[in-house]
């Protein structure tokens, strides 16, 4: 029902900051939650993000908040997130997800439909 393209993603410096963004197609994109996640190499699925339907609550795991800011626009049927002062750790592959119903849920096999990804590189 949902198509989810990421992009944005990169190589970038330690210090330096990208956008993402998570475009969809299909219907009732304002009736999801969205959540990013990474994965890096040998490392489980990672939830860092989250935002509600209408974009009124948002949540961040610890090792993001400050740094990143997650946020919507329901009628260009995206979601952005803003990646600041990146550091090498923060290396993955950064997918989009989708979740039916309005709020955030939590594991990786909560959520309905994914993006392909995008790869981001924070590397001197």
């Known amino acids: 029902q949902l198509q989810l393209v990421e992009s944005g993603g990169g190589l970038v410096q330690p210090g330096g900051s990208l956008r993402l963004s998570c475009t969809a ?6 009736l999801y939650a969205i ?14 993000s989250c935002i509600n ?33 990146l550091k090498p750790e923060d290396t993955a592959v950064y997918y989009c997800a989708a979740a039916a119903g309005a709020e955030c849920v939590g594991p990786p096999d909560e959520y309905d439909y994914w993006g392909q990804g995008t790869q981001v590189t924070v590397s001197s």
């Open 25 to 30: 197609s299909g219907s009732g994109f304002q």
């Open 35 to 48: 959540g990013w996640f990474r994965q890096a190499p040998g490392k489980e699925r990672e939830g860092i």
């Open 53 to 85: 339907n209408s974009g009124g609550s948002t949540n961040y795991i610890d090792s993001v908040k400050g740094r990143f800011t997650i946020s919507r626009d329901n009628a260009k049927s995206t979601v952005y997130l803003q990646m600041n002062s």
